[in-house]
């Protein structure tokens, strides 16, 4: 990228890895990964390179680390019980949301099946300012001085009250108390459609429901260019 040109978007393709681990011969444990990889070799690609190629070691040492004990005791505990043996499965996975405008946005998101009905899915959002090389934060999207934590609270609350009357989800009944409690600026990411913000799996639903996931249009307060500055 020549010295003053923008990078307007970003080119990638998907690092993949994959792991193994096994007691006594058998296999217990199997981790997937794929990452985003840019394709081009300036200073801001190669940032965020290095940004997924960490969060993919990480990622890896964290099934080793936590799931792997988890899967040897379980196999133990089938062996002496005489019940099937234990597969426990990781995977990491990514989705680009968002493409443009010098913005990057896309989330992350993992996924541990530990057993019959045990699934616990994690997911992370990140939006790159491409300009800077470095993530944007939520209050960048709206004007300076907005008070946009209430507007997502008010707009999430409108959303799930409009579920519940059309029977299209089941919510924690003190979903109210745990919207405020629960919510986290940093759990965001742009999409075509407006800004999605989300909720941890069980933070205000049940497992059914997966990750709450909410959108506030553009021209509803959220600006796809930071600070507000949108595009004309």
């Not at 190629?53 to 792997?68: D, K, N, S």
């Not at 616990?120 to 209050?139: F, M, N, Q």
């Not at 001085?145 to 009357?165: N, S, V, Y």
Request: hydrophobic share 40%.
């Amino acid at each position: 990228m020549a010295v003053g040109e923008r990078l307007e978007s970003l080119r990638t393709e998907p690092f993949a890895a994959e792991r193994e681990w096994t007691v006594e011969g058998v296999a217990v444990l199997s981790a997937s990964v794929r990452v985003p990889e840019p394709e081009a070799a300036n200073r801001i690609s190669r940032r965020i390179r290095r940004f997924y190629q960490l969060q993919c070691r990480a990622f890896l040492r964290y099934c080793e680390r936590c799931l792997l004990p988890q899967a040897a005791a379980e196999y133990q505990a089938a062996l002496a019980a005489s019940r099937p043996l234990p597969a426990f499965r990781a995977e990491l996975d990514y989705r680009v949301t968002y493409n443009q405008g010098g913005l990057w946005s896309l989330y992350t998101q993992s996924r541990e099946d530990t057993g019959p009905g045990k699934t616990l899915l994690i997911r992370r959002g990140d939006t790159w300012d491409l300009a800077a090389g470095y993530p944007a934060a939520l209050k960048d999207f709206f004007p300076a001085g907005a008070a946009w934590k209430k507007q997502l609270l008010a707009r999430a609350a409108e959303e799930i009250q409009r579920r519940e009357r059309a029977g299209a989800g089941r919510w924690r009944e003190k979903w109210p108390r745990e919207l405020r409690r629960q919510f986290n600026p940093q759990n965001f990411y742009l999409t075509e459609e407006g800004l999605a913000w989300f909720y941890p799996m069980y933070a205000i639903a049940p497992a059914s429901e997966g990750i709450p996931v909410f959108v506030l249009p553009y021209d509803a307060g959220a600006a796809p260019r930071r600070g507000g500055d949108q595009e004309g």
